[in-house]
């Protein structure tokens, strides 16, 4: 994105012409209700301003067509930017948006100010345009979102700021990111109860069945505790037909333990490599499934690898499990 910075900004606002014209003065008082004398004050009071932030020229050309219709020039759209910031003297975005790395942004191609996602390429200053989701409105409308992170997120945030009045907010839907999954294909990070740094823990061969279940191995087991105990629930989450067997084995494993969230949830963190923590054993079939199970549990957790003892069979198996990351926010 163009921003102009030190000597490159001030040179860019010592260009604009000294000489204020009768179009300029009367242009300024049609705009901002100036008398004639507050429109040559204001107006050199801008010009003479050599820190001030013009607006980029990327951002510029998207409102220039509208901003001119209604009377304005770049000069005098520039000067209400900065009225209205100052009046309004709003928070940072941080502050007025709830911008997290946590969450996924979703915002509704259907605004007179945000229509495209080359728009928001642009205004954002993102490498490539941001990815457009198809959706079907209340009343059966098309509707089409572009989804963006908190970084992409923050970008266009600052540059609606730019470009346009401060008193408009954009529409947007949040969803929190999905639980990471970050299996290593050299070691056995990241292991339940496990630190693989420690060298006892460091692989002496590269042998990948020492690393199991690797990042794309389907089927692989999950070990269940708390709300995905329920076969139904997990079918649901999944996607699954009513016909599909929801074959739950009885389970444990160990170097956990089980905490509680929010007063409720059952969070699993690393415990004592003796410790042992019961549930269920199933076998997610497809990648599709297991992104959903990774979508509900969001990324208040983190995919981990661990030994899963089924109960009946007395066979043990490499699968994975959802741990909680943050243990400092749960209670005994």
């Not at 921003?3 to 179009?23: C, Q, V, Y």
């Not at 993102?126 to 572009?146: D, M, R, T």
């Not at 970050?182 to 056995?188: G, N, R």
Request: aromatic content about 10%.
């Amino acid at each position: 994105m163009e921003f102009f910075n030190g000597p490159e900004k001030m040179a860019r606002n010592s260009t604009a012409d000294d000489g204020i014209s009768e179009a300029d003065i009367n242009r300024w008082q049609m705009l901002f209700y100036y008398s004639r004398r507050q429109a040559v004050e204001a107006i050199k009071q801008h010009r003479n301003d050599l820190t001030r932030e013009p607006i980029p020229e990327s951002l510029w050309e998207l409102v220039q067509s509208e901003r001119e219709s209604v009377g304005f020039n770049r000069e005098a759209y520039e000067h209400h930017v900065q009225k209205q910031k100052q009046y309004f003297r709003r928070s940072p975005s941080e502050d007025r948006f709830p911008i997290s790395s946590s969450l996924r942004y979703f915002i509704p191609l259907e605004d007179n100010t945000i229509n495209s996602p080359t728009q928001i390429q642009t205004m954002a200053g993102l490498s490539e345009p941001p990815k457009v989701i198809e959706a079907i409105g209340e009343h059966e409308e098309p509707i089409a979102f572009c989804e963006l992170n908190s970084t992409e997120f923050k970008a266009l945030v600052s540059a609606l700021e730019l470009c346009c009045d401060p008193r408009y907010q954009p529409t947007f839907l949040t969803i929190p990111t999905s639980a990471p999954k970050q299996l290593s294909s050299t070691s056995i990070y990241p292991t339940l109860g496990i630190d693989s740094t420690l060298p006892q823990h460091r692989p002496e061969t590269l042998d990948p069945d020492l690393f199991q279940p690797a990042q794309d191995t389907y089927p692989v087991w999950y070990f269940f505790y708390g709300t995905l105990k329920d076969p139904e629930h997990v079918r649901e989450l999944c996607g699954l037909p009513k016909t599909t067997p929801m074959q739950m084995h009885p389970a444990r494993i160990t170097g956990g333990a089980l905490k509680l969230w929010g007063g409720k949830y059952k969070a699993l963190v690393d415990g004592p490599s003796t410790a042992a923590v019961t549930g269920v054993a199933y076998e997610v079939q497809r990648k599709e499934a297991e992104d959903y199970l990774r979508a509900y549990e969001t990324s208040n957790y983190e995919v981990v690898r661990c030994e899963i003892s089924l109960t009946r069979s007395r066979q043990t198996v490499k699968g994975c499990t959802f741990r909680f990351i943050d243990d400092k926010e749960l209670s005994p």
